[in-house]
């Protein structure tokens, strides 16, 4: 079995002793060339985390390991952070006054010019950035100071690369294009991408694996699809799929029987038919979404939540059959 890549042992760190700002008793294991990303709502300790995986912070218990050795925190070393990992934040630590290509390229020696030119050239062509190479940082678009950063991250002999909110500057229309970028770009290389999101869909779209952070505690893992469909609380269902959720007296208005206290279920779980298990509900309100519409329906005081993918077939006060197909007791 190979080894872990990063391994985080029971880790704790709390910026104000005796409150929940940090992260406690966090363990899990990254393997070598997959895609991580770390998500859960404003102040659950995701930036914290990722900060002590670098070295940034010095840890109160535990240890976080890379290739087996531990990474020593500010207080053990001159120049905080691992050099076998690169760390990109939100304000990109950029060099304002000089070229986009001498941005990338200073991560890399002079000892081969050539080979130093090649490799700036490529990962600039990964990144969709080679017609900016001439122009200064100030100006770039966030957008494209977000891409220069990410390349002279990856530019050197980069293990790890540890990305802090990297979509929160880019607009939507280029959002998705970046997303696949980086997972392109970290198969084609085999680096590990560790990232921080408050954007659930980031984490679904890119990552092999999901964790996700509440109050600084991990309370879920695994690979996005197994998370998404069998998520084990009312905040994991809402965070990554915005979730219908239904007290137990209302659940069995709409003849769900939860065997604990709380259904959960996702609008795509119910289904507009008429069949042997469905209701009559009325269309409350209707809400347009592109490619299809979300609906909320009503039936004896209880709302839920659907999606209709025939734009326009049911509109504000129609009344229609739905049933929900499954859902989970949480």
Wanted: hydrophobic fraction near 40%; charge should be negative; charged fraction near 25%.
């Amino acid at each position: 079995m190979e080894q872990p890549i990063i391994t985080v042992k029971d880790l704790t760190k709390q910026h104000q002793p005796g409150q929940a700002s940090g992260v406690s008793h966090v363990s899990f294991d990254i393997k070598r060339g997959n895609v991580v990303a770390i998500v859960g709502e404003s102040g659950s300790g995701k930036s914290t985390l990722l900060k002590c995986i670098y070295g940034l912070f010095q840890v109160d218990e535990g240890e976080v390991l890379f290739e087996n050795s531990r990474i020593l925190g500010p207080d053990e070393q001159l120049i905080p952070g691992h050099k076998q990992m690169k760390m990109v934040t939100q304000d990109f630590s950029l060099n304002i006054y000089a070229k986009v290509y001498d941005n990338i390229a200073a991560m890399l020696s002079n000892t081969d010019i050539t080979a130093k030119h090649d490799k700036t050239i490529e990962i600039m062509r990964h990144l969709h950035i080679e017609h900016l190479k001439e122009k200064k940082i100030t100006q770039l678009s966030g957008g494209e100071q977000q891409r220069v950063a990410i390349a002279r991250a990856m530019v050197g002999d980069t293990s790890v690369l540890l990305l802090d909110e990297p979509f929160s500057q880019v607009d939507a229309l280029l959002k998705n294009q970046l997303r696949a970028d980086i997972k392109r770009i970290a198969a084609e290389v085999g680096v590990t991408v560790i990232l921080v999101s408050h954007d659930p869909a980031d984490g679904l779209f890119l990552a092999d694996e999901l964790l996700i952070l509440k109050e600084g505690k991990l309370i879920q893992s695994g690979n996005p699809a197994q998370v998404y469909n069998h998520p084990n609380s009312v905040y994991t269902a809402q965070l990554l799929g915005n979730a219908v959720t239904l007290k137990a007296s209302d659940a069995n208005k709409l003849g769900l029987a939860p065997e604990t206290g709380t259904a959960v279920f996702y609008p795509e779980w119910v289904e507009l038919k008429n069949s042997w298990n469905s209701r009559r509900f009325e269309v409350r309100d209707v809400y347009y979404k592109g490619f299809y519409e979300e609906l909320l329906l009503e039936r004896n005081g209880v709302m839920i939540r659907a999606i209709q993918l025939n734009r326009g077939e049911h509109k504000k006060h129609d009344h229609i059959q739905a049933s929900i197909s499954q859902f989970l007791s949480l």
